[in-house]
């Protein structure tokens, strides 16, 4: 059975230091780290924002002091979303807006037991209404085209993808078969509409899964993998946008490179703060990293 940080005491939760490490096996590295035996993008984008923040979560496995209403409403709205897609999977019809807002709901009581930081002006009622126009946006949206085939929802993979790094674990939100094509869709919430920034700064999740999928690719006629995202806003008036990239080798290879060379950092017990304006103000490890002696 493979452990979370939070199932292991707090002896086994220090790292040892460098020179004590008895082997430098990625997976036994990560086994020693973090309990668990693979690494997942969010892990690494984890330690990009802040490494001593990686620390508190993964390795040490404190709880947070409090979780954002925004990470609380996203996996919300990606319930409910979920919802529907099983329904359009099974052939049956669509949920209807109050039983797509009652999994909302009921996942926003199920997230976390940490206290929720709202932003200003938002409350739990506030949110509420605005899943309500959120999902009724949603409905009205065509997810899946004529020619699709939903071949996962929700599908957790995972593979030996990148050199010198435990496997990498991916949750995938959906899988189709887009015409010759095997099509990786990510729904995303967002306050404003997306453009091509966002698009390039959400692209290396999305690569790395393409290179997880290579075996369902193979299992369909060694199809071609695209990649897509479906942003829901967060406006006063929700859009429901599309957002494709074609990925290529060359962007791929760089991104397995970068993630190659984060998990080395992390592998050397490389923790330590980065201060930031934006990231400090809602980061829920204040507290222990006021009290982080080095």
């Given at each position: 059975?493979?452990?979370?940080?939070?199932?292991?005491?707090?002896?086994?939760?220090?790292?040892?230091?460098?020179?004590?490490?008895?082997?430098?096996?990625?997976?036994?590295?990560?086994?020693?780290?973090?309990?668990?035996?693979?690494?997942?993008?969010?892990?690494?984008?984890?330690?990009?924002?802040?490494?001593?923040?990686?620390?508190?979560?993964?390795?040490?496995?404190?709880?947070?002091?409090?979780?954002?209403?925004?990470?609380?409403?996203?996996?919300?709205?990606?319930?409910?979303?979920?919802?529907?897609?099983?329904?359009?999977?099974?052939?049956?019809?669509?949920?209807?807006?109050?039983?797509?807002?009652?999994?909302?709901?009921?996942?926003?009581?199920?997230?976390?037991?940490?206290?929720?930081?709202?932003?200003?002006?938002?409350?739990?009622?506030?949110l509420r209404g605005l899943a309500i126009r959120m999902l009724t946006a949603f409905r009205?949206?065509?997810?899946?085209?004529?020619?699709?085939?939903?071949?996962?929802?929700?599908?957790?993979?995972?593979?030996?993808?990148?050199?010198?790094?435990?496997?990498?674990?991916?949750?995938?939100?959906?899988?189709?078969?887009?015409?010759?094509?095997?099509?990786?869709?990510?729904?995303?919430?967002?306050?404003?509409?997306?453009?091509?920034?966002?698009?390039?700064?959400?692209?290396?999740?999305?690569?790395?899964?393409?290179?997880?999928?290579?075996?369902?690719?193979?299992?369909?006629?060694?199809?071609?993998?695209?990649?897509?995202?479906?942003?829901?806003?967060?406006?006063?008036?929700?859009?429901?946008?599309?957002?494709?990239?074609?990925?290529?080798?060359?962007?791929?290879?760089?991104?397995?490179?970068?993630?190659?060379?984060?998990?080395?950092?992390?592998?050397?017990?490389?923790?330590?703060?980065?201060?930031?304006?934006?990231?400090?103000?809602?980061?829920?490890?204040?507290?222990?990293?006021?009290?982080?002696?080095?």
């Amino acid at each position: 059975m493979i452990r979370t940080a939070r199932q292991m005491s707090p002896t086994e939760r220090i790292p040892l230091p460098i020179a004590d490490a008895p082997c430098r096996d990625p997976t036994d590295i990560a086994l020693q780290l973090t309990g668990r035996d693979y690494i997942s993008y969010s892990s690494i984008s984890t330690y990009m924002t802040c490494p001593l923040k990686y620390y508190f979560r993964y390795v040490a496995g404190l709880e947070p002091d409090f979780v954002s209403s925004s990470l609380i409403f996203g996996g919300a709205i990606h319930a409910a979303i979920e919802s529907h897609m099983q329904s359009a999977l099974e052939g049956a019809e669509p949920p209807s807006l109050d039983e797509l807002v009652d999994v909302y709901e009921r996942a926003v009581k199920s997230e976390s037991d940490a206290p929720i930081r709202y932003g200003k002006g938002e409350t739990a009622d506030s949110l509420r209404g605005l899943a309500i126009r959120m999902l009724t946006a949603f409905r009205a949206f065509d997810v899946s085209k004529s020619d699709t085939r939903i071949v996962a929802i929700e599908e957790t993979l995972r593979g030996p993808v990148i050199a010198d790094c435990p496997d990498l674990l991916g949750r995938l939100d959906l899988v189709t078969l887009d015409g010759d094509s095997l099509l990786i869709t990510d729904f995303k919430t967002s306050r404003s509409s997306w453009n091509a920034e966002n698009v390039r700064q959400a692209a290396p999740q999305q690569l790395l899964y393409t290179e997880l999928v290579q075996p369902l690719a193979e299992a369909f006629g060694d199809r071609p993998i695209r990649v897509e995202w479906i942003v829901l806003t967060k406006t006063k008036q929700p859009k429901v946008e599309r957002h494709e990239l074609t990925p290529d080798a060359a962007q791929v290879k760089w991104t397995k490179q970068m993630v190659r060379r984060v998990w080395q950092a992390i592998a050397d017990r490389h923790f330590y703060p980065s201060p930031s304006a934006m990231n400090c103000s809602t980061c829920p490890y204040q507290a222990a990293c006021r009290e982080w002696d080095g």
